[in-house]
């Protein structure tokens, strides 16, 4: 007999051999049905895998991240099937489970695929599905897995191989479809009710250009068909608030060939977005003890040598330039400019914490493939800061940058986020972290215990953290539901020693200060990229490029428009007139078109009467008055940073 625990801490005896789906029955018949994998003393396995040791279990549905994961995966598989049996022939590469859905990187021997097609796929896998077919898990030697993709002539499995030792090499079969596979799977097809193939696209083999070109399908997949329309409902709105789309159209931002992939041109429109957001930050800042530095955009390779940035980061930045025999980088991170700046000087623990921020610019060589409008370029300019503190001072210091982000949730009204506490690998220590294993530990339980004194909702991710420390990821969900990283918040007890950094502690001895690193606005191409997605291209009026637009019913009254325009400007809010020679109605719906919070719609009565129509963005008449109230109304609004 083995002992199970489970969740709750009830622990059951069963019989060596059972599974995660036989204890599931044991339970209840109703929680089985809704079993697609166990989660087996942290990882996740196969409903069907036989258990033979002491396990800690949770069993896995749809309500779980390792369910959806093993659902969609499966799901894959269910989809290369169907390839199978359309493209006999085919050979695939990896078919992993992503974010949202799955994709199968496949070969199609020269054979072309059309977006028609992917509906021919969509009935041959529910077809499939239908048929509840099994998925069998089975180990294979090493060599009988070499013979098999030899003879069936699959350079791409043979590939895998290579890489795979004895005893560790397991093939999963449903229906007619085997495959060289880790797993996990769900127990049969049936659970998969509904399906959508999204899109077809190219990939190369292994990432590298120099390989061939693979045919690569998505898809997505739902236990039910309510679900997939909700889900194919949210994807039309997210496809309405794409930032790239909205960007363009309300004069945000720009990219060109000639400047180059990922470095992005901001408009006058983006500018001011930019600049309030600054300012924003610049508030916050200077009421939280900050002082401002600026930094150059390149250094010396030594100063990056000291930071162990080389060779750590060196794929993400920029190539070197050779000036005057020195090797000079583009600025890919502030920090270790930050780093100089404290080490300027003799510092003393009564100068502590010393807090240095800047909107820095930074430089990173992204690889082509992953540029993606606003949210992955080259050229970024991020909210960065550097806490220099005691390791009594840490968990004040801490908790006040995580207060901060919350501040700064509420004024963009984000609701749902989460702290991503990432660790480190043990058994990586002096190859992807520094190897400070005491440090690490104390470092991580320091960070931990701040989350749970305040009361912040966080996970714990291993093997993530930053190679100098433990780091938490902020992610954030916009109002449609889609998950962002925001920023990173880290710990660092590396860099101090790295540079030599010190200050005179209360017993007049040297001491090196803990490093935080934070940027809770992140970067402005990421936050701007999500803000456009957020608010639907709707900025709140203190955020919105042109606050007020003054509509005249005609030329008659442009005197008059041009008259509250200026007392808009000596209230330093930004206002425009649309002076074009068209009908009201036109100038109204173009300038909903365009997202401005408020119009001033000025005729006949308004002008002898010296004040104001007032429509709101969305929502139509909101009544007249003088333009003295609507200017006091307005500024209230603004200061004080509302939402809609």
Not at 105 to 127: F, P, T, V
Request: aromatic residues 10%; charged residues 30%; proline residues 5%.
């Amino acid at each position: 007999m083995i002992k199970i625990t489970l969740p709750d801490g009830a622990v059951r005896e069963y019989a060596a051999g059972v599974t995660a789906l036989d204890i599931a029955k044991s339970i209840s018949e109703g929680l089985a049905r809704k079993v697609l994998a166990a989660s087996v003393n942290g990882q996740v396995w196969d409903a069907t895998r036989p258990i033979y040791e002491d396990a800690a279990l949770k069993l896995l549905t749809w309500d779980d991240d390792g369910g959806k994961s093993t659902f969609w995966h499966s799901s894959a598989h269910l989809m290369a099937e169907a390839v199978e049996d359309m493209f006999p022939g085919a050979k695939f590469w990896v078919g992993p489970a992503i974010d949202k859905g799955f994709y199968y990187d496949i070969d199609l021997g020269g054979r072309q695929i059309a977006e028609e097609d992917l509906r021919k796929l969509e009935k041959k896998m529910n077809e499939l599905a239908k048929q509840n077919n099994s998925y069998v898990r089975k180990a294979m030697p090493k060599a009988e897995a070499v013979k098999y993709f030899t003879e069936k002539g699959d350079e791409y499995k043979l590939d895998l191989l290579s890489n795979l030792t004895d005893g560790e090499i397991t093939f999963y079969t449903q229906g007619s479809f085997t495959d060289l596979c880790r797993g996990p799977h769900i127990p049969t097809t049936g659970p998969i009710k509904a399906i959508r193939l999204t899109n077809i696209a190219g990939a190369y083999w292994k990432n590298d250009a120099n390989n061939k070109m693979l045919t690569r399908i998505y898809g997505v997949t739902f236990p039910s068909q309510k679900e997939l329309d909700e889900y194919l409902q949210l994807l039309e709105e997210a496809k309405k608030r794409d930032h790239r789309k909205l960007g363009k159209e309300l004069g945000i931002f720009t990219m060109d060939d000639d400047v180059g992939p990922g470095l992005p041109l901001w408009l006058p429109n983006g500018t001011i977005i930019i600049e309030e957001l600054e300012k924003l930050a610049k508030e916050t800042e200077l009421k939280g003890g900050y002082k401002r530095v600026v930094t150059p955009h390149i250094a010396k390779e030594s100063m990056y040598l000291t930071s162990g940035h080389l060779p750590y980061y060196q794929d993400s930045m920029y190539p070197p330039m050779e000036l005057e025999g020195q090797k000079y980088y583009l600025k890919a991170m502030n920090c270790p400019h930050h780093h100089k700046i404290f080490a300027a000087e003799p510092r003393s623990y009564k100068e502590l914490p010393l807090r240095l921020a800047e909107y820095g610019t930074c430089y990173r060589y992204e690889q082509s493939g992953e540029l993606f409008g606003l949210m992955r370029v080259r050229c970024l300019h991020m909210n960065d800061a550097h806490i220099y503190c005691t390791r009594e001072q840490f968990a004040d210091e801490f908790r006040a940058v995580n207060d901060m982000y919350i501040k700064y949730f509420k004024i963009f009204g984000i609701d749902k986020y989460v702290m991503r506490l990432s660790l480190h690998e043990p058994s990586k220590l002096g190859q992807k972290y520094i190897n400070e294993p005491e440090l690490w530990l104390e470092t991580e339980e320091m960070v931990r215990q701040v989350l749970k004194e305040s009361n912040i909702p966080y996970v714990e991710v291993p093997d993530e953290g930053a190679f100098y420390g433990p780091k938490i990821d902020v992610q954030i969900w916009s109002t449609i539901g889609r998950e962002f990283t925001l920023a990173t918040n880290q710990v660092d007890f590396a860099q101090g020693r790295r540079f030599k950094l010190e200050f005179t502690n209360k017993d007049n001895s040297p001491e090196t200060p803990l490093i935080i690193h934070r940027a809770p606005l992140g970067t402005h191409e990421r936050f701007i990229g999500f803000l456009l997605e957020h608010y639907a291209g709707k900025f709140p009026a203190w955020l919105a490029p042109v606050q007020v637009k003054v509509l005249p019913i005609s030329d008659k009254f442009l005197p008059y428009a041009n008259s509250i325009l200026e007392s808009l400007k000596n209230a330093d809010i930004r206002g425009e007139v649309d002076d074009r020679n068209e009908k009201i109605g036109k100038k109204i719906r173009d300038t909903e078109l365009m997202r401005v919070p408020y119009m001033l719609v000025v005729g006949e009565k308004e002008m002898n009467e010296g004040k104001v129509a007032i429509r709101r963005q969305g929502k139509g008449d909101a009544g007249v008055k003088s333009i003295e109230e609507f200017i006091t109304e307005i500024s209230a609004e603004i200061k004080a940073r509302k939402g809609e």
